[in-house]
C-alpha cells in the first residue's frame, strides 16, 4: 500500500521512464537492479538539469561499451565508473578556458589538468632554451642535422673535451651510486619516490630532449634502486628452490635492467638525418652497380625490383643493374637480357647471400654499389637522394636507408591492425637506426644501402663469418675506420613475411647470426671501435638472448601460488613499493622514446611470440656458433583460409594452461587465507591476470588471417586519367595499386561514367609530354564511384612504365610514413585487451567441442571483466538508438 502511495506521488516523466526502462532491459532482475539505480540517482541528482539530459542524448558517445537497447544488471555500476573516468581524465584544457572567460567555475579536474599542461609548455620553454646554452659543438651539429642537410655531429672530440666530460661523468658517477645504494626505510623510500614521481609527471609534459634525459636519469635511478634492493635484500634462502627460482628471476630482470640501459643510451639524442644535395654537373657522378641477389624467389616478386631500379633518376651509362641469380634459372637470365639488366650466377653456391654479392664483386667494378633483397622496390629518386652524403664526407662507407614493407606482416595482418600503427619493423629501422647513426654505429640491413667498394673490399666483402653477414659487415666496416650514416627518409618498400612460422623462421636466423657475432667478433673487445660503437652493437646482439628472460617472467609467480616459494623474498608492501615504480618508470620513459615508433604494451607480445624459438638457436650459438645455415625466407604466397597454426602456437598453449592452472589455485588459497598471504596472493595473481593477457594475444597472432592476393595492393592518392572507349576522358584518383591491378575513386558524382563489368578502357598516367597510357578491363564496380581495373602489361617495356608510375612514384613511401600515429598508453592498453579477447575468441572458434567449454567460460568471463574498464569516447558515427527517456 506504502510503495503505491510512493508511487502515484510520482511525476508523469518519472513514470514513463521507468515504463521505457523496462522495455530496455534484458531481463526482470535486469530490470530491478537498474530502476533500483535510477531511483537512487532521480533522488540525489537533478537529473531535469540541462546538463545531465545533454549527456544523456549523447549517451552512444559517452558509454560506448553500454548497449542501452539491453541493459544488463550491472550496467549503473559501469556507467558510474565511466563517469568517473570522464570526470578525472578525459577533459580538455579547451572546456576550462571557455569556461574561465565566461566566469563561470570550472571543476577541480579541469583545474589540475588546466595547471599540469600550463606547467609543462613552461618546461618546454625551460628545457629549449638550456638546450641551446647546453649544447655542446656535436650536440649543436645533431640539432643541425635533423633540419637540413648539414654533417652529423662531429666524432673526435679534443683532449680538453674529452677531460671535462671525464670528470663530470666520474662525478656523476659517484653521486649515481650513492643515490642507489643509500639505505632508506619504507616510509623514505615513499618519499623519495614521490618526488621523482611528480617530477616525472611534470617533465612528461613537456617532451623536448632535455627531459626526456631528465625522464630517463630518473628512470635508471628508480630501477637501480630496484635491483639493488633485490641483490642486497629479496634472495630467498630458505631451501635449495627458492634459491634457484630467485636467482633465475634476478638474472632475468638483470638482464632486462642492462638492456634498457642500453636502450636509453642508444636513443638518447637520436639523430635525423635528411638528404644532402648533389653535384650539379652529372659527370661528376659516379658509376654505381645495383645488385639484387636472388635464389628460389618467383620471377613475379623479382620483376617490380628490377624494373624500379632500371628506371632510376640516374645517367643510363653510370648504372649497371645486375640479378645475382643463385639458383641458376635459364627463364631469370632470359629475362634479365631481355629487359636490358646484368645478369651474375656462379658455379659454387658457398655462403648463400654473403657468397652470392662476393662473387659479383669480382665482376663487376663501380665506385658503388647498392643491394637490394629482390622483393624491395625502390622509388625513382633513390640514388639521388643517398648519394649526396658520399660526397659529403669521403670516409662514409655505408649508407642505410629505412625497410618498409608494402603488405601487412603476421602481426599486422592476423591482429587486424589498421596501417595508422606502427609495425614491428619501425622501431629499429624507423628510430633506432637513427641513435646509432648519432654514435656512427649505422648497421648495414643486408638491403636498401649503398656501400663504397674501396671500404667493402678492404674488409674483404660482405662478411661470411656468421648468417648475420649485413650486421657483421657494418661492424668491420666500423673497426677499420670507416664511418656508416642512416638516411631516415624511406625510400623503398618490399614484401612481409606471409605467415607467421615464415616470420618466426627469419626472427631465428637474425637472433642465431647476431649471437655469432658476439662469440666470433665481440664488439667489447678489439680495436677499431669507440666506446659508444661498441656499446650500440653491444645491444643489438644481446636483444636477441630475450627468450629465456621472458619465459622465465611468464612463468615466475607459479612457484608461489603451487609451492608457496618465495622468488622476491620481501613483504608485500615492500615488493610494492619498489616493483611497481621501476615498473611505471621505465613504462613512461619507454613510451615517451618510442611514441610513434611503437604501439605501447605490444612488444611483450613480440618478445613472447619469439621467446620459445629464438631460445634454443641463441643458446647454441653461445656454445657453438659456426653452427647453423642460411635460410631464404619465402615472400609471395597466398592463404586461402583462415586457420590456426597449431604447431607454432603449442608452446603458448602449455604457458596458458600453466598459468590459468595458477590463477584458479591462487583463487582458491585467497579463502581463508590471513591479510598478509591475501596482498602476496594478489600481488602473484595481478602478475598472472597481466601473463594471461599477454597469451592470450598471443595466441591471436597464431591464427592466420585469408590473404588470396598473390600481389598486395598498396594505398596511393595520384590523380590519374581514365579513357573510355568512345575517347571521353574523365579525372581520378588512383587509391590502390598492385603488379597487376588497381583500384580508382571519381570524386565528382555528375562525372562518373556507368561502368560496366569487362568493359576496355585506358588507365593514363602524367599529363602533357610525359604520359603513359595502360590498356585496362573494369573487374569490379563499386558503389559511390569506386571501380577496379585489371591492367594489361603486354610487353616489359610495359611493366616497366607502370612500375615506375606505382611503385617508383618518389614521395609515396613517406606519404605512406606520415600516415602513422602516435598512440596514447591508454590506447595501447586497450587495444592488447581487445588482442586477448580475440585470441581467447579463436580458440573458441577453432578448438573443438569436446574441449571448448574451457575457453568458453574464459571468454565469457574476460568479455565481463572488460566490461567495467572505462573507455575514452570516439569520434565517430553513432548508431541511432531508441531512447528509454526523453
Keep these: 500500500m506504502l510503495l503505491t502511495q510512493l508511487f502515484r506521488s510520482f511525476d508523469l516523466s518519472l513514470k514513463t521512464d521507468l515504463v521505457m526502462l523496462k522495455s530496455h532491459c534484458c531481463s526482470s532482475w535486469s530490470y530491478v537492479c537498474n530502476a533500483f539505480f535510477f531511483l537512487i540517482a532521480w533522488a540525489i541528482f537533478p537529473l531535469e538539469n540541462k546538463l545531465y539530459k545533454k549527456i544523456f542524448r549523447n549517451r552512444a558517445f559517452y558509454f560506448p561499451q553500454i548497449n542501452f537497447h539491453s541493459l ?10 565511466q563517469l568517473g573516468f570522464l570526470c578525472l581524465f578525459v577533459i580538455t584544457k579547451d572546456k576550462f578556458s571557455q569556461r574561465k572567460a565566461k566566469g563561470q567555475p570550472g571543476t577541480l579536474s579541469q583545474f589540475v589538468r588546466y595547471v599540469r599542461v600550463n606547467i609543462g609548455r613552461e618546461i618546454r620553454n625551460l628545457s629549449e632554451t638550456l638546450s641551446k646554452l647546453l649544447l655542446s659543438d656535436s650536440s649543436a ?22 677531460t671535462v666530460i671525464g670528470i663530470l661523468l666520474s662525478v656523476g658517477l659517484v653521486l649515481y651510486f650513492l643515490c642507489i645504494t643509500q639505505p632508506f626505510s619504507l616510509e623514505e623510500q615513499i618519499i623519495f619516490l614521490s618526488i621523482l614521481w611528480v ?7 613537456a617532451q623536448t630532449r632535455l627531459t626526456l634525459l631528465m625522464l630517463i636519469v630518473i628512470s635508471v635511478i628508480v630501477s637501480s634502486r630496484y635491483i639493488w ?4 635484500e629479496t634472495i630467498n634462502p630458505n631451501s635449495f628452490m627458492s634459491v634457484i627460482f630467485s636467482w633465475m628471476l634476478i638474472l632475468a630482470e638483470t638482464y632486462a635492467f642492462i638492456v634498457m640501459l642500453l636502450g636509453y643510451f642508444q636513443v638518447c ?21 645495383i645488385f639484387i641477389p636472388t635464389y628460389n624467389e618467383p620471377l613475379d616478386v623479382v620483376k617490380p625490383t628490377v624494373y624500379a631500379c632500371l628506371t632510376m633518376d640516374w645517367p643510363k651509362e653510370k648504372l649497371h643493374v645486375h640479378v645475382l641469380d643463385d639458383g641458376s634459372r635459364p627463364e631469370f637470365e632470359e629475362f634479365s637480357n631481355s629487359v636490358g639488366a646484368g645478369y651474375i650466377k656462379r658455379e659454387k653456391h658457398n655462403h648463400a647471400k654473403a657468397g652470392n654479392i662476393n662473387h659479383a664483386l669480382t665482376k663487376t667494378s663501380g665506385e658503388f654499389i647498392t643491394i637490394f633483397d629482390c622483393d624491395h622496390v625502390p622509388v625513382r629518386s633513390f640514388l639521388k637522394k643517398t648519394m649526396g652524403w658520399f660526397f659529403k664526407d669521403k670516409n662514409i662507407a655505408l649508407i642505410q636507408t629505412p625497410h618498409h614493407f608494402y603488405s601487412q606482416d603476421p602481426f599486422e595482418k592476423n591482429l587486424h591492425l589498421s596501417d595508422h600503427v606502427p609495425n614491428e619493423n619501425s622501431l629499429f629501422h624507423d628510430f633506432i637506426q637513427k641513435g646509432n647513426d648519432t654514435w656512427n654505429a649505422t648497421m648495414f640491413c643486408g638491403s636498401c644501402a649503398i656501400m663504397r667498394r674501396k671500404a667493402l673490399e678492404e674488409v674483404g666483402g660482405i662478411a661470411v663469418e656468421t648468417v648475420t653477414e649485413d650486421a657483421h659487415t657494418s661492424l668491420k666496416l666500423n673497426r677499420k675506420g670507416w664511418s656508416s650514416a642512416f638516411l631516415s627518409t624511406p625510400l623503398s618498400a618490399g614484401l612481409s613475411t606471409e605467415t607467421l612460422a615464415a616470420h618466426i623462421g627469419q626472427r631465428i636466423r637474425w637472433a642465431r647470426g647476431m649471437i655469432q657475432i658476439f662469440r ?17 652493437f653491444l645491444n643489438a646482439m644481446i636483444h636477441f638472448l630475450h627468450g629465456l628472460p621472458r619465459i622465465i617472467f611468464l612463468l615466475a609467480p607459479l612457484p608461489f601460488l603451487f609451492a608457496n616459494i618465495y622468488v622476491i623474498y ?26 610513434g615508433y611503437r604501439f605501447p604494451f605490444v612488444s611483450a607480445i613480440y618478445e613472447t611470440i619469439l621467446s620459445w624459438y629464438i631460445f634454443v638457436p641463441t643458446l647454441v650459438a653461445i656454445f657453438a656458433p659456426h653452427k647453423g645455415k642460411f635460410n631464404v625466407t619465402a615472400k609471395g604466397g597466398i592463404i586461402d583460409k583462415a586457420y590456426v597454426d597449431w604447431s607454432v602456437a603449442k608452446p603458448y598453449l602449455y604457458l596458458l594452461i600453466l598459468n590459468l592452472a595458477g590463477l584458479c589455485f591462487g583463487l582458491y588459497k585467497m579463502i581463508g587465507a590471513s591479510q598478509y598471504q591475501v596482498l602476496m596472493l594478489a600481488i602473484n595473481i595481478g602478475w598472472i591476470l597481466y601473463n594471461l593477457i599477454i597469451l592470450f594475444a598471443s595466441i591471436a597472432v597464431c591464427v592466420e588471417s585469408v590473404q588470396q592476393r598473390k600481389f598486395p595492393r598498396v594505398a596511393a592518392m595520384q590523380k590519374v586519367t581514365v579513357e573510355l572507349s568512345d575517347g571521353h576522358k574523365v579525372k581520378a584518383v588512383l587509391a590502390a595499386f598492385s603488379q597487376k591491378d588497381c583500384q580508382l575513386v571519381f570524386k565528382i558524382p555528375s562525372a562518373i561514367p556507368n561502368f560496366k563489368l569487362g568493359e576496355s578502357v585506358k588507365l593514363i598516367f602524367g599529363e602533357g609530354k610525359t604520359v603513359h597510357e595502360f590498356n585496362c578491363t573494369v573487374s569490379a564496380i563499386f558503389s559511390a564511384g569506386v571501380i577496379d581495373l585489371e591492367v594489361h602489361q603486354e610487353t616489359f617495356q610495359k611493366e616497366k612504365e607502370y612500375t615506375a608510375c606505382t611503385f617508383g612514384v618518389p614521395e609515396l613511401w613517406i606519404n605512406k610514413q606520415a600516415k602513422i600515429k602516435g598512440f596514447g598508453m591508454l590506447d595501447g592498453f586497450m587495444a592488447l585487451l581487445r588482442m586477448a579477447r580475440q585470441g581467447v575468441e579463436a580458440f573458441v572458434h577453432y578448438t573443438p567441442p569436446s574441449s571448448s567449454w574451457l575457453f568458453y567460460i574464459t571468454v565469457g568471463s574476460l568479455k565481463w571483466i572488460i566490461s567495467f574498464i572505462p573507455r575514452v569516447p570516439k569520434l565517430r558515427s553513432q548508431s541511432k538508438q531508441t531512447v528509454f527517456a526523453s
Excluded at 544488463?72 to 565508473?81: C, G, K, N, S
Excluded at 634492493?229 to 642486497?232: C, E, G, I
Aim: charge should be positive; proline fraction near 8%; hydrophobic fraction near 45%.
Design 72 to 81: 544488463h544488471p550491472l550496467d549503473a555500476f559501469r556507467i558510474l565508473i
Design 141 to 162: 651539429a645533431a640539432e643541425k642535422g635533423k633540419n637540413s642537410a648539414e654533417e652529423p655531429p662531429a666524432h673526435k672530440m679534443s683532449w680538453v673535451r674529452k
Design 199 to 205: 617530477s616525472a609527471l611534470l617533465l612528461f609534459q
Design 229 to 232: 634492493w633485490r641483490y642486497t
Design 269 to 289: 639524442w637520436a639523430l635525423d638525418r635528411k638528404p644532402t644535395s648533389m653535384p650539379k654537373d652529372s659527370s661528376l657522378w659516379p658509376h654505381v652497380d
Design 520 to 536: 666470433l667478433d665481440n664488439p667489447l673487445f678489439g680495436k677499431g671501435l669507440t666506446i659508444p660503437q661498441r656499446l650500440c
Design 570 to 595: 620481501a613483504s608485500a608492501i615492500a615488493i610494492f613499493v619498489y616493483l611497481v615504480p621501476h615498473m611505471v618508470h621505465s613504462t613512461m620513459t619507454t613510451y615517451v622514446i618510442h611514441k
